[in-house]
């Protein structure tokens, strides 16, 4: 997928873990970046040690600044999200408020909305906002193959890639 053949409005993409939908994201945030076009949204890349996932950053996309968003625990809470990952809540603030100062733009990317979002109403919930005011001319969202029809009641006009397929 290139930008260049991402429709308008509001796109969600979908897949299985390790298909590569964030890199897809980073790929196209750097293609619309070098066309000098206005990039906004946040993406979370895995963090590897020795071939194992051990945490989450997020990167706001038109700055490239990066934090640490979450680091792997083990714990049976029952909620299988925080189960796995202790989140930092003061760089969920830091992203919220990244996500708050969004203007228009070009593009706009959200790598992910997920459980912590769709079930727990916590994590990146001004992302939102944003989708749904449509500040932007094309919009990626990052949505696992699992919730994708909660993502599809709240945006049942979405452009959906499945990669997957």
Same mark, same amino acid.
């Given at each position: ?93 830091? +992203?919220?408020?990244?996500?708050? /100062? %969004?203007?228009? !733009?070009? *593009? #706009? ?13 916590? +994590?990146?919930?001004?992302?939102? /906002? %944003?989708?749904? !005011?449509? *500040? #932007? ?19 049942? /006009? ?8």
């Amino acid at each position: 997928m290139n930008l260049m053949d991402l429709p308008g409005g509001i796109t969600i993409l979908t897949g299985g873990r390790g298909i590569g939908k964030t890199r897809t994201c980073q790929r196209l945030a750097d293609e619309a970046l070098k066309a000098g076009l206005k990039v906004t949204g946040l993406i979370c890349p895995a963090v590897f040690e020795n071939g194992e996932k051990t945490g989450i950053d997020v990167v706001n996309v038109s700055t490239g600044e990066s934090r640490l968003l979450a680091c792997k625990v083990n714990r049976q809470s029952g909620f299988e999200v925080t189960d796995h990952w202790d989140f930092f809540p003061e760089v969920l603030e830091w +992203g919220n408020n990244i996500l708050s /100062d %969004v203007k228009d !733009s070009d *593009l #706009f990317l959200m790598d992910e909305l997920g459980p912590l979002e769709f079930d727990q109403q916590q +994590g990146w919930m001004k992302a939102f /906002d %944003v989708i749904n !005011s449509l *500040l #932007f001319k094309k919009a990626v969202v990052v949505i696992r193959p699992e919730l994708l029809e909660k993502a599809r009641m709240l945006w049942p /006009d979405a452009n959906l890639i499945n990669m997957n397929t």
